[in-house]
């Protein structure tokens, strides 16, 4: 019987870029510490049968396609089975031999974070699939999600990553994102998903200029070049500015923190999954001040942050 195998994808975070990076803007991925494991194991038949599992060990989508054009003969999400089977058949376009072979394919996908985060629930299993089915990743989100492809550079990045995205290429380099400060720093999650199609609907309807993209890569920068946090708030406020001139639409701290004591930005599509929170107080007060606030979910940047020493604890 053939071996069982086994791939591993890291969620993301945008630092930086969010919006314009879609348009050329250099931005700031950072890798997390949380991320999607896939497993395969082959056996007599000729189906796959798929299984997602949440951090809990809760089943959350089971399905079984036929091999011959991939259609679901059962799901518990029709939606999530559609997805699946365009999945299947992009990976078969950009490489004929995938499941060519008359098998039985038992696929069994398991999350480290919950599916509404944000993190990453869809870049992870592009990841993986692409890995299993020997495929450019880059390609096969084009041909089904979509979007930047940040979060797919960050899938198998060690650390932090400067990606821009321009119409001659992709580029992807290590970034020298580590400031002494990181302990001051915090990951909330906002509990209130938001479509990312519909929020990059909003953006394109706004008008871009080329200072915007050349500003936001500027900043970009300028993150990685600051050695105290009260430089660090004073661009998150500088960013945050720029993308609600361009929205048009206020910064999240003026419409849920505008009695917080330090500074925050987005991260991601705008009102949903993770802010970036910076704290000269106390992680007990910190805590409390969000918690107050119906925020439960908290984690500092330390925590979630993929670094040398998170990669070699998963080997």
């Given at each position: 019987?053939?071996?069982?195998?086994?791939?591993?994808?890291?969620?993301?975070?945008?630092?930086?870029?969010?919006?314009?990076?879609?348009?050329?803007?250099?931005?700031?991925?950072?890798?997390?510490?949380?991320?999607?494991?896939?497993?395969?194991?082959?056996?007599?038949?000729?189906?796959?049968?798929?299984?997602?599992?949440?951090?809990?060990?809760?089943?959350?989508?089971?399905?079984?396609?036929?091999?011959?054009?991939?259609?679901?003969?059962?799901?518990?999400?029709?939606?999530?089975?559609?997805?699946?089977?365009?999945?299947?058949?992009?990976?078969?376009?950009?490489?004929?031999?995938?499941?060519?072979?008359?098998?039985?394919?038992?696929?069994?996908?398991?999350?480290?974070?919950?599916?509404?985060?944000?993190?990453?629930?869809?870049?992870?299993?592009?990841?993986?699939?692409?890995?299993?089915?020997?495929?450019?990743?880059?390609?096969?989100?084009?041909?089904?999600?979509?979007?930047?492809?940040?979060?797919?550079?960050?899938?198998?990045?060690?650390?932090?990553?400067?990606?821009?995205?321009?119409?001659?290429?992709?580029?992807?380099?290590?970034?020298?994102?580590?400031?002494?400060?990181?302990?001051?720093?915090?990951?909330?999650?906002?509990?209130?998903?938001?479509?990312?199609?519909?929020?990059?609907?909003?953006?394109?309807?706004?008008?871009?200029?080329?200072?915007?993209?050349?500003?936001?890569?500027?900043?970009?920068?300028?993150?990685?070049?600051?050695?105290?946090?009260?430089?660090?708030?004073?661009?998150?406020?500088?960013?945050?500015?720029?993308?609600?001139?361009?929205?048009?639409?206020?910064?999240?701290?003026?419409?849920?923190?505008?009695?917080?004591?330090?500074?925050?930005?987005?991260?991601?599509?705008?009102?949903?999954?993770?802010?970036?929170?910076?704290?000269?107080?106390?992680?007990?007060?910190?805590?409390?001040y969000f918690n107050q606030k119906g925020f439960d979910v908290l984690f500092h940047y330390e925590q979630m942050a993929l670094s040398a020493t998170h990669v070699e604890e998963r080997v």
């Open positions: 019987m053939p071996p069982k195998l086994t791939y591993q994808a890291n969620g993301k975070i945008l630092l930086s870029g969010e919006y314009l990076v879609l348009d050329g803007a250099l931005a700031l991925g950072i890798p997390v510490s949380l991320g999607q494991r896939m497993s395969i194991k082959e056996s007599s038949g000729s189906e796959l049968v798929w299984q997602s599992f949440k951090p809990n060990g809760e089943q959350w989508f089971t399905g079984k396609f036929d091999l011959f054009g991939f259609d679901p003969i059962k799901s518990s999400n029709p939606e999530i089975a559609a997805r699946l089977k365009s999945v299947f058949e992009a990976a078969v376009r950009l490489n004929s031999d995938f499941l060519s072979k008359w098998y039985k394919y038992r696929v069994d996908t398991f999350l480290e974070f919950e599916p509404e985060w944000g993190l990453g629930s869809s870049s992870t299993l592009i990841s993986c699939i692409a890995e299993w089915a020997d495929v450019d990743e880059f390609d096969l989100m084009e041909m089904t999600f979509g979007g930047s492809g940040y979060d797919i550079a960050c899938a198998k990045a060690k650390g932090p990553i400067f990606f821009q995205n321009d119409p001659e290429c992709i580029s992807v380099d290590p970034a020298d994102f580590n400031p002494s400060f990181t302990d001051q720093l915090y990951l909330i999650y906002l509990g209130t998903k938001v479509n990312s199609r519909d929020q990059i609907g909003l953006y394109r309807r706004k008008k871009v200029k080329t200072s915007h993209i050349e500003e936001i890569s500027q900043l970009t920068k300028a993150f990685c070049n600051v050695t105290d946090l009260k430089y660090f708030e004073e661009l998150m406020v500088d960013h945050e500015k720029l993308v609600a001139g361009i929205l048009e639409i206020p910064r999240i701290k003026d419409q849920f923190f505008n009695d917080y004591w330090g500074e925050i930005k987005s991260l991601g599509a705008w009102g949903g999954d993770f802010i970036l929170a910076s704290s000269t107080r106390t992680p007990e007060e910190t805590k409390s």
